[in-house]
């Protein structure tokens, strides 16, 4: 799956630097070195729709549609959409545990962590988890010693090593089903504000965007969308905690700590994957 993510996102790459010149299909597949052929089958795979329909998910008219026509009571509707309570991951099915104030100022002293490296449709990433559920969850490109090593640099005074347990495992079995009929527990180090800000981010529906002003009302804190954006940055948990589905006000979908090809991959194949959805349910 690596490899062929690695296609899609050339693809996506240039695409976007190409908008305004509207590629077409052949011009795509010669940048990726693939026959059209092939690459046509390969994309439409793994986004559901063709490239040219991609590449509409991927615009700035569709991102500020979506956030001017997002219901106001976005977080009370979590199962608008077309979601239920089998098909998606969503708040329902998400629970974050915070740590404890001794485990977040002594970098996790008497913790024990497991990590594995693992491939999904976005390319690989590298996940671990306590006792008590998982902890980080990070996307790369090339090296898995630096996502170790940094792992090592956030949980310092916690006892580390390779492995899985049943909370990687459910993750790992939503990445490949596309779908999740089990809790995903969490346990994450951050403030209250920050764990407040991924808590709002769990209840944005798969295909939806807000704004960080909206993630700041729902919150109670509408002066504080910087600091909201600083703890939406921090989230430690890519994907699962959905932080790649908050944009700017005026329609750019922005950076992503995890890459920006990588979040716009993310939100295009939502929202195809949502269009789609709604088209067979007619």
């Known amino acids: 799956m690596s490899k062929q993510y690695i296609k899609i996102a050339e693809a996506i790459a240039y695409l976007q630097k190409h908008i305004q010149d509207q590629p077409d299909l052949n011009q795509v597949a010669d940048h990726v070195n693939l026959s059209p052929f092939h690459f046509q089958k390969l994309f439409t795979e793994w986004a ?7 590449l509409q998910y991927l615009s700035i008219e569709y991102a500020k549609n979506i956030l001017l026509t997002t219901s106001s009571t976005l977080f009370d509707t979590a199962h608008e959409t ?8 969503h708040d329902l099915f998400v629970t974050i545990e915070g740590m404890t104030p001794g485990e977040y100022k002594n970098g996790g002293k008497n913790l024990m962590i497991q990590y594995s490296i693992q491939e999904c449709i976005f390319g690989r990433y590298l996940i671990a988890s306590t006792t008590k559920g998982v902890c980080q969850l990070s996307f790369f490109d090339e090296n898995e010693s630096d996502m170790i090593a940094e792992l090592h640099k956030n949980w310092y005074s916690a006892s580390i090593k390779p492995g899985t347990d049943i909370f990687q495992e459910k993750i790992i079995h939503f990445f490949k089903k596309g779908h999740s009929t089990e809790q995903i527990k969490l346990h994450l180090k951050g403030t209250f504000f920050q764990l407040k800000v991924w808590e709002a981010l ?11 002003q909206k993630i700041a009302g729902h919150i109670d804190k509408p002066k504080a969308s910087r600091a909201v ?3 939406i940055g921090s989230n430690p948990v890519a994907y699962i905690v959905p932080c790649h589905r908050v944009i ?3 329609g750019i979908i922005g950076e992503y700590r995890w890459g920006s090809i990588r979040k716009k991959a993310m939100i295009a194949r939502e929202a195809s994957q949502k269009t789609y959805k709604l088209n067979i349910n007619r």
Not at 48 to 54: I, L, T, Y
Not at 82 to 89: A, D, E, Q, V
């Open 48 to 54: 559901g729709v063709s490239p040219k329909q991609f």
């Open 82 to 89: 077309g979601l239920s309570s089998t098909s998606r991951l």
């Open 202 to 212: 769990l209840k944005i529906p798969e295909g939806c965007l807000c704004s960080y």
């Open 229 to 231: 954006g600083s703890a």
């Open 248 to 250: 700017k006000n005026m």
